[in-house]
Every structure is written in C-alpha cells, then in structure tokens.
C-alpha cells in the first residue's frame, strides 16, 4: 500500500509559477499511474492532470493545458507538477493521487482504488 506526501503549495501572484511535488512510499511506485486534482472552498475535487504507470502518456484537464506539466522520477519517487502562468481560478488545495497500474481513460476521483496525499495549498492572487 502506498502513502502520498504532497509539498510545495504557497502564495503566488498572476501569471506566476510554482511547482508542487509528491513523494511515495510504501509500494513500488514505477507500478502507479500518478494524478494530480484540486479542490476549492464549496467545489468537488477536479481532475488536473495523470501521467500512466509507464511514464508514457500526460493527461490535462482543458482548463490548465499549455500552462501545467506533469512529469514522474521514478529513482525518486516522485511526481511533480509544474505549474506556470497561474491564475486566480487555480487557487486550491491540491491533491496527489496513485492508482496501480492506471495508462490512461477516465481515472474516477471516487474510487475506492485511489490512494491520495494529504493535500498543499496552492494560492495565486490577483
């Protein structure tokens, strides 16, 4: 069983950048598809972006495509998300999210398979 460690959220202005990161331990990482969602105050938690199992494939939700990238260490156990030309609308809390051996499709936030970080906040102001 995996355990997520999310780091990096703060206080960014507009247009802006900021990365955050997630460290596993607890499983063999390089065997998990890793996502990252994000929840604001009165909102569900929305997908952001997932890169596969094997590194292969990067998934973006339309709102942060061109502006966020996700990529894996696999020798460190990590996923980052780098975040750039931030707005106001991306203000929240930021979770890191595992699914074994997910490559892609819909990857449902609900699911009892997921394991997820505890969460950083991310806020960017105008």
């Known amino acids: 069983q995996v355990q997520l460690v999310d780091a990096g959220g703060g206080l960014v202005q507009a247009g802006g950048s900021l990365r955050v990161s997630c460290t596993a331990s607890?499983?063999?990482?390089?065997?998990?598809?890793m996502g990252w969602f994000r929840q604001a105050p009165g909102k569900e938690r929305e997908f952001v972006a997932a890169?596969?199992?094997?590194?292969?494939?990067?998934y973006y939700a339309d709102s942060v495509k061109g502006r966020f990238t996700i990529s894996r260490d696999n020798a460190k156990n990590t996923v980052y998300l780098q975040m750039s030309s931030l707005k106001p609308e991306d203000t929240a809390v930021y979770y890191c999210?595992?699914?074994?051996?997910w490559g892609g499709g819909n990857w449902n936030p609900t699911g009892s398979n997921n394991y997820w970080g505890q969460g950083t906040q991310v806020t960017v102001s105008s």
């Open positions: 999210a595992a699914r074994l051996l």
């Open positions: 890169i596969s199992w094997t590194g292969a494939s990067t």
């Open positions: 607890g499983g063999t990482f390089s065997m998990y598809g």
